[in-house]
């Protein structure tokens, strides 16, 4: 199996991790708000910010490649990570991005996908010999959504958590779900020919400027896995239509306290509260120990092998 060096080095090569930065999803900037659950969401999970009381979030809107300087109008996976704060201070985090489904079942596979990206002459021919021993992914980029789409705001494009996670009520009763994050705004776009005409970093400012006439709210949902649908693999999609809102995201401003000095913000979604445990998934439980090697990377701190729930 790879390693999570393995993992940060296939990003190098692609164009990604760059020392200084996330390995992916640079670009970013935090923003604050808050988290109020509706009255369903405590009958799926006793999690404590389910209980319908609002609790303070930490947001990071991105661009999902690693080059920090990428132009906001280009066509890519854009993301959304929320970091929850529980009442007694800990917290719990939910990620987000625009792509619907991930381009593998195993870390191997995405590395496998990295290594044939490579920037080189000779990378079209890698890509389609990866496609073609990998059938399954062309199905996953066609189906996956929110790629090639250029949001007009990161406020008017859904994100969607790729992993299942296993909720339990307060009765020890499953369900295992995904998340969805949909944007009150609605869904709107640009053509490219629009986009490449607007300022380079157009989706923060335009973002800062939506929120000074007020919040910005996104719908957080609950897509609740049928018998047949997979748990354990981010790349097959399911085929359960029951989906459950259990609550709402309020965005209210720019954060301006977090990440000055040493500071380290990290959104990783094996950072869980009672109430909500990871699925089997192997891609979900390899990002954490990709984390570490990208905070390695990019801050010089050794984060630890496991580092939830600190």
């Known amino acids: 199996m790879v390693s999570p060096d393995d993992a940060i080095e296939a990003i190098r090569a692609a164009g990604g991790a760059r020392p200084g930065h996330?390995?992916?999803?640079?670009?970013?900037?935090?923003?604050?708000?808050?988290?109020?659950?509706?009255?369903?969401?405590?009958?799926?999970?006793?999690?404590?910010?389910?209980?319908?009381?609002?609790?303070?979030?930490l947001v990071?809107?991105?661009?999902?490649?690693?080059?920090?300087?990428?132009?906001?109008?280009?066509?890519?996976?854009?993301?959304?990570?929320?970091?929850?704060?529980?009442?007694?201070?800990?917290?719990?985090?939910?990620?987000?991005?625009?792509?619907?489904?991930?381009?593998?079942s195993t870390p191997d596979g995405f590395v496998d996908l990295l290594r044939a990206m490579?920037?080189?002459?000779?990378a079209p021919i890698r890509i389609a010999k990866h496609l073609v021993t990998h059938p399954r992914l062309?199905?996953?980029?066609?189906?996956?959504?929110?790629?090639?789409k250029i949001p007009i705001s990161y406020a008017t494009v859904e994100y969607h958590g790729l992993h299942a996670f296993r909720w339990v009520d307060a009765d020890g009763?499953?369900?295992?779900?995904r998340y969805h994050l949909i944007p009150a705004a609605g869904e709107q776009f640009l053509g490219l020919r629009a986009a490449l005409g607007k300022d380079p970093d157009y989706l923060t400012e335009e973002l800062d400027e939506r929120l000074a006439e007020g919040p910005v709210r996104f719908y957080f949902r609950?897509?609740?896995?049928?018998?047949?649908?997979?748990t354990v693999d981010p790349s097959a999609r399911w085929k359960s239509t029951t989906v459950v809102t259990a609550g709402a995201v309020d965005i209210t401003g720019a954060d301006t306290e977090r990440e000055h000095g040493g500071d380290i913000v990290v959104f990783d979604p094996m950072r869980v509260t009672d109430g909500i445990e990871p699925?089997?998934?192997?891609?979900?439980?390899?990002?954490?120990?990709?984390?570490?090697?990208?905070v390695k990377l990019r801050t010089g701190v050794d984060r630890g092998d496991e580092a939830p729930p600190g």
């Open 138 to 148: 062309a199905g996953s980029l066609i189906t996956g959504g929110g790629v090639a």
């Open 222 to 230: 609950v897509q609740v896995a049928g018998p047949d649908d997979s």
């Open 279 to 294: 699925s089997d998934d192997p891609i979900l439980r390899f990002r954490t120990y990709a984390y570490s090697a990208s």
């Open 118 to 122: 490579r920037p080189s002459v000779t």
């Open 173 to 177: 009763g499953v369900k295992f779900v």
């Open 22 to 57: 996330r390995a992916l999803h640079a670009k970013g900037k935090l923003y604050r708000g808050t988290f109020t659950a509706t009255a369903y969401a405590a009958r799926l999970s006793r999690a404590a910010h389910l209980d319908g009381s609002t609790v303070p979030a």
């Open 60 to 104: 990071r809107f991105s661009n999902g490649s690693g080059n920090p300087k990428q132009r906001d109008g280009l066509p890519g996976i854009r993301g959304m990570a929320v970091k929850f704060t529980l009442p007694d201070g800990s917290t719990t985090d939910v990620s987000t991005q625009t792509a619907k489904l991930f381009t593998s």
